[in-house]
T-cell receptor, first 112, second 113 residues
Framework: NAGVTQTPKFQVLKTGQSMTLQCAQD?????MSWYRQDPGMGLRLIHY???????DQGEVPNGYNVSRSTTEDFPLRLLSAAPSQTSVYFCASSYSPQGEQYFGPGTRLTVT | SQELEQSPQSLIVQEGKNLTINCTSSKTLYGLYWYKQKYGEGLIFLMMLQKGGEEKSHEKITAKLDEKKQQSSLHITASQPSHAGIYLCGAAAGSSNTGKLIFGQGTTLQVKP
């Protein structure tokens, strides 16, 4: 199993550009989440999903969209990038709501 | 909303020394997770605690959840350079059926050889 994979690993965007961060897992996990990590602030939840077709907002959803058309994939879309979205983004998945969350390696995004 | 506070924020210890990291919640904890992160990498799951008074160990790392279920501690015995990294505690946020976690701000550990 590859576990949780994320692409790209690094990305530089200009203000106003849009892009999609990809996340995929091959463990047949229903629960998937997107977090952003900023210095001194730990991880903050952006959006999450409890299964294909079901998504909801987390703590910091503004400026981001998600969809979950399959169990495996959970892409995160930046609609119009802003410098405040410069961060490291992590995708995670788990088999059950109380179970261990498996994290991807992260995408380091810089918005200039 | 629930918040997790970790202390200390950073720690430098000499190899071989013991250390403790604390995680305090503003509300009752119904599941507490400890993760370790090396710089530039993803999070590695260490342990999960659910019951008040529960204690788990893995190699030289022991985690406890206090009886009142609002604080957890992570203790490392005889630290090694391989223990260096960022330690994060996480807890179930809101309903326990969503898989949502909130995290503390992290504790950065350096171990001097």
């Amino acid at each position: 199993n590859a576990g949780v994979t994320q692409t790209p690993k690094f990305q530089v965007l200009k203000t106003g550009q849009s892009m999609t961060l990809q996340c995929a897992q091959d463990m047949n996990h229903e629960y998937m989440s997107w977090y952003r990590q900023d210095p001194g602030m730990g991880l903050r939840l952006i959006h999450y999903s409890v299964g294909a077709g079901i998504t909801d907002q987390g703590e910091v959803p503004n400026g981001y969209n998600v969809s979950r058309s399959t169990t495996e994939d959970f892409p995160l879309r930046l609609l119009s990038a802003a410098p405040s979205q410069t961060s490291v983004y992590f995708c995670a998945s788990s088999y059950s709501p109380q179970g261990e969350q498996y994290f991807g390696p992260g995408t380091r995004l810089t918005v200039t | 909303s629930q918040e997790l506070e970790q202390s200390p924020q950073s720690l430098i210890v000499q190899e071989g020394k013991n250390l403790t990291i604390n995680c305090t919640s503003s509300k009752t904890l119904y599941g507490l997770y400890w993760y370790k992160q090396k710089y530039g990498e993803g999070l590695i799951f260490l342990m999960m605690l659910q019951k008040g008074g529960e204690e788990k160990s893995h190699e030289k790392i022991t985690a406890k959840l206090d009886e009142k279920k609002q604080q957890s501690s992570l203790h490392i015995t005889a630290s090694q350079p391989s223990h260096a990294g960022i330690y994060l505690c996480g807890a179930a946020a809101g309903s326990s059926n969503t898989g949502k976690l909130i995290f503390g701000q992290g504790t950065t550990l350096q171990v001097k050889p």
